[in-house]
């Protein structure tokens, strides 16, 4: 078990430009989330996908958002046209359901946007 | 939706007890969850209580009173690493989709 991974940790972008972001989810679990997090804020719900399926988008993902786990494994999230309202930690986790009331984060991706 | 609120910061001494309490209104219920955030690290997993009463790990505890909306996290013995972000947490549904509070920083000193 090592945990879950996200790559890159931290990414400096010019408005406009897309960015994408990768999570590899601890190996067993089949439920994977991503979450956005700026400063001094609780992390807030962007989106979930239980194995492949992308089951719950928030009303925050607006449409230059998008993300897949195409083979139910590691997951992307694609920032296009990027704004710098889009700066933020970008976070995701996954979780067994058999264990109650826990996820499991990455460290993040840092997101900032000039 | 769910609202969360809870203290935003909270100083202490090394060795004091601390304890951060979380008032929730939710649409529905499924049970209140905290989680521990250092500087620039990720959250982790402190306890979870999904039914009222007190849930004790090592030096932290975590109580729930469902008829109150209320839980809190209680800091034992309080260590310099514990200085960090603390965070309650409640599911929307039974698929673990959490909203979290704002957060409460902790200071320790020595």
């Known amino acids: 078990d090592t945990g879950v991974s996200q790559d890159p940790r931290h990414k400096i972008t010019k408005r406009g430009q897309n960015v994408t972001f990768r999570c590899d989810p601890i190996?067993?679990?089949?439920?994977l989330y991503w979450y956005r997090q700026t400063l001094g804020q609780g992390p807030e719900f962007l989106t979930y996908?239980?194995?492949?399926?992308?089951?719950?988008k928030s009303r925050l993902l607006s449409d230059r958002f998008s993300a897949e786990r195409p083979k139910g494994s590691f997951s992307t999230l694609e920032i296009q046209r990027t704004e710098q309202g889009d700066s933020a930690m970008y976070l995701c986790a996954s979780n067994d359901p058999v264990n109650t009331g826990e996820l499991f984060f990455g460290e993040g991706s840092r997101l900032t946007v000039l | 939706g769910q609202s969360l609120e809870q203290p935003s910061e909270v100083t202490a001494v090394e060795g004091a007890i601390v304890q951060i309490n979380c008032t929730y209104q939710t649409s529905g219920f499924y049970g209140l969850s905290w989680y521990q955030q250092h500087d620039g690290g990720a959250p982790t997993f402190l306890s979870y209580?999904?039914?009222?009463g007190l849930e004790e790990t090592g030096r932290f505890s975590s109580f729930l009173s469902r008829s109150d909306s209320y839980g809190y996290l209680l800091l034992q013995e309080l260590q310099m690493k514990d200085s960090a972000s603390y965070f309650c947490?409640?599911?929307?549904?039974?698929?673990?989709?959490?909203?979290f509070g704002a957060g409460t920083t902790v200071t320790v000193r020595a």
């Open positions: 996908f239980q194995n492949e399926a992308q089951l719950e």
């Open positions: 190996s067993e679990h089949n439920r």
């Open positions: 209580n999904a039914l009222d």
């Open positions: 947490a409640s599911p929307r549904s039974n698929d673990y989709k959490l909203s």
